[in-house]
């Protein structure tokens, strides 16, 4: 065991010593269920989001110590050759599964002789064997193997899903609540998981996907029921208190936190660049600083610089008309992110929430949801998630015809971008769009930290660049009189975004804004610009604390209003590759200072959103009642037609 700094090595030589005992727990071995009931009939087909484990037992853990019930044979290579749909052959794919499941098993109980060598356990198991165990040791004796079990239990499954990781694809299985936990002593606790792999395997194992997404699966809820009992066990601080290294898989086990692999799927959407995004030049400009704040992220601190020093964008809303550009925004920020990260050598994750997720099946869509979200939000990945057209996939509490796996989406979107366990690390960000925002839940809307407004092309020069984008290289057209993209200069065109908010756009917002100056003056002191929300707030009640927040964290977003240079991205060791602190001082010293334009400009912008939302939503009601009332009085007249026709 070497130690470097507050890590400590596993070495291989003792990983490696206990790959004889793995392949023996591999090749077969009988065990006699005691928590858990064997599966008494075959796997049969079953409606997604059913659980096939039961969800009660008639006996309590702990008071049952024999059992009635018959060993069974465990054999689980043979299992896992079998679920191929009886290739001869064994596959890489099967061969990868079984590798590492040694690998994980050869790691905990490796693991499990580092814990009882510090704790002394040991030496108790040697003075048991020997019949010469004192009678005051027996309980720090009992104590010791519980947690050791614990221990190698979490291990096992914490490292077998890492190992597993590079393998997984878009299969998903829900093995359900893991019941044959026993922690009388690790290699019993073993073979108690290992039973009940096999269960799973042989119920949900029907291919090769669905072989490595049951293992996976069962080593997510391994680790959480085993961190869920190891909360009331004794003697675990060594363990908790110290970090693991596996060099050759670069594996890092500290305590029961999971160590996830990043991993991101290749992906084979057009990517555009900034040039190609024509108007839209402050939702362009934010997209492109955020892609490049993303990458400021510091994976061994798990926290990245702009999200402690205040303006980082965890969510966000585009809206604009259809047509706009929100797609083309879209690939523009996964395009730069991507590249970025290769660049780097970061792993990249990049997913899309549809309608196509939203399920039929009670609870499935929002586990959908939270799937999506673990998937973003994952520490060991650059993360960016979207929900394009979120008027459909999340429902509008209250709207009778949002269904209900629309109104458990938006449940769960509420939760994850802002509520009590929400951790903004830095490392991901997420974007809503949609061409219909009044029709999106006004909590959810709000939890969007900044507004891009997709407006497209305003300008003539504009019109000019995108139809000679558009129209390509094929034909012989001259330009004439205008220089190809000048306008779309960013930080020229940026500048006069933002002045254009020194007043309102919107015709409610501006009687507001007109009646407070008229009054109190020029708004140039925190007392005349809260002075300010508060009569906004007087004329739109939806304007709560959040929206405060929301404007508060845009400014900070100002007070960043700089590019990292493109020179940091393209060649790491000037930035991307420094330390967390060297990172964040470089950061400090490019800040600028929060003035009241600043300010001013970011209420009228947030301020102006919600108007146009809430003026929208108006409309649509009062079309609708109308639409409502003229079918009711085209139905009265033919009624009555028909009636006095008879």
């Known amino acids: 065991m070497s130690i470097t700094g507050d890590m400590m090595e596993l070495r291989e030589s003792d990983i490696r010593a206990h790959y004889g005992a793995a392949e023996e727990m591999l090749a077969g071995f009988d065990h006699t269920p005691r928590l858990a009931r064997p599966r008494e009939a075959p796997k049969t087909e079953r409606s997604?989001?059913?659980?096939?484990?039961?969800?009660?037992?008639?006996?309590?853990?702990?008071?049952?110590?024999?059992?009635t019930a018959r060993p069974e044979g465990v054999r689980l290579i043979e299992r896992i050759e079998a679920a191929d749909g009886g290739d001869a052959l064994i596959s890489p794919t099967q061969a990868s599964v079984i590798h590492a499941l040694r690998r994980a098993m050869a790691i905990a109980l490796a693991l499990g002789d580092t814990y009882a060598g510090q704790t002394g356990l040991k030496a108790l198991k040697k003075a048991n064997l020997e019949g010469g165990l004192a009678a005051a040791k027996k309980a720090e004796f009992t104590e010791l193997l519980a947690a050791e079990a614990a221990i190698v239990l979490h291990v096992f499954a914490n490292a077998l899903s890492f190992l597993l990781a590079p393998l997984a694809g878009s299969a998903t299985v829900e093995v359900g609540e893991v019941e044959e936990i026993l922690l009388e002593n690790a290699p019993l606790a073993l073979q108690g998981a290992l039973w009940e792999l096999d269960q799973d395997i042989d119920a949900f194992a029907s291919d090769e996907p669905h072989l490595v997404a049951t293992l996976m699966a069962f080593g997510e809820q391994l680790m959480e029921k085993v961190a869920l009992r190891a909360q009331n066990l004794p003697r675990l601080g060594p363990f908790e208190g110290a970090r693991y290294r596996v060099e050759a898989d670069d594996l890092t086990i500290q305590g029961f936190t999971p160590a996830r692999r990043g991993r991101g799927a290749a992906l084979t959407m057009a990517f555009k660049k900034p040039e190609e995004v024509v108007g839209n030049h402050i939702a362009k400009y934010q997209a492109m600083k955020l892609a490049k704040m993303l990458m400021a992220y510091d994976f061994e601190r798990r926290l990245n610089p702009f999200a402690e020093l205040g303006g980082f964008i965890f969510t966000f809303m585009g809206d604009g008309l259809p047509g706009t550009g929100k797609t083309l925004l879209i690939q523009m920020m996964a395009g730069m992110i991507n590249d970025y990260c290769r660049n780097a050598g970061y792993p990249f994750r990049y997913q899309n929430?549809?309608?196509?997720?939203?399920?039929?099946?009670?609870?499935?869509?929002?586990?959908?949801?939270?799937?999506?979200?673990?998937?973003?939000?994952?520490?060991?990945?650059?993360?960016?998630?979207?929900?394009?057209?979120?008027?459909?996939?999340?429902?509008?509490?209250?709207?009778?015809?949002?269904?209900?796996?629309?109104q458990e989406v938006t449940a769960v979107l509420m939760e994850a971008f802002a509520g009590a366990n929400t951790v903004v690390r830095g490392n991901c960000t997420f974007g809503m769009f949609s061409n219909y925002p009044e029709n999106v839940d006004d909590a959810l809307r709000q939890r969007a930290g900044a507004r891009f407004l997709v407006d497209g092309p305003q300008t003539r020069e504009d019109y000019i660049d995108i139809l000679h984008l558009l129209l390509g290289?094929?034909?012989?057209?001259?330009?004439?009189?205008?220089?190809?993209?000048?306008?779309?200069?960013?930080?020229?065109?940026?500048?006069?975004?933002?002045?254009?908010?020194?007043?309102?756009?919107?015709?409610?917002?501006?009687?507001?804004?007109?009646?407070?100056?008229?009054?109190?003056?020029?708004?140039?002191?925190?007392?005349?610009?809260?002075?300010?929300?508060?009569?906004?707030?007087?004329?739109?009640?939806?304007?709560?604390?959040?929206?405060?927040?929301?404007?508060?964290?845009?400014?900070?977003?100002r007070a960043m209003d700089f590019e990292l240079p493109d020179e940091w991205m393209e060649k790491p060791d000037l930035f991307l590759l420094r330390s967390y602190d060297e990172k964040k001082e470089m950061i400090r010293e490019l800040m600028r200072p929060i003035t009241a334009e600043m300010?001013?400009?970011?209420?009228?912008?947030?301020?102006?959103?919600?108007?146009?939302?809430?003026?929208?939503?108006?409309?649509?009601?009062?079309?609708?009642?109308?639409?409502?009332?003229?079918?009711?009085?085209?139905?009265?007249?033919?009624?009555?037609?028909?009636?006095?026709?008879?």
């Open 48 to 67: 997604p989001g059913i659980a096939t484990r039961r969800r009660f037992r008639s006996t309590t853990p702990g008071l049952v110590t024999r059992s």
């Open 353 to 406: 929430f549809s309608i196509d997720q939203i399920d039929s099946y009670q609870g499935k869509s929002g586990q959908n949801a939270k799937a999506f979200i673990t998937s973003i939000t994952d520490p060991a990945v650059i993360g960016f998630g979207t929900v394009d057209d979120i008027d459909q996939v999340a429902g509008k509490r209250g709207d009778r015809q949002s269904s209900a796996g629309q």
């Open 473 to 557: 290289k094929n034909h012989e057209i001259p330009v004439g009189d205008h220089d190809l993209f000048a306008s779309q200069a960013i930080r020229k065109a940026v500048a006069k975004s933002y002045e254009s908010y020194n007043r309102p756009h919107e015709e409610g917002l501006i009687r507001v804004w007109e009646r407070v100056e008229s009054e109190i003056g020029a708004l140039d002191t925190i007392a005349k610009l809260g002075t300010y929300l508060k009569a906004i707030q007087e004329a739109d009640p939806r304007f709560t604390g959040r929206a405060i927040k929301n404007i508060t964290d845009a400014v900070k977003v």
């Open 599 to 646: 300010v001013i400009q970011e209420i009228n912008r947030y301020a102006d959103s919600e108007f146009r939302y809430a003026d929208k939503s108006d409309e649509a009601a009062i079309a609708a009642m109308v639409r409502e009332m003229r079918r009711t009085e085209e139905a009265r007249r033919r009624y009555l037609e028909e009636k006095g026709s008879k």
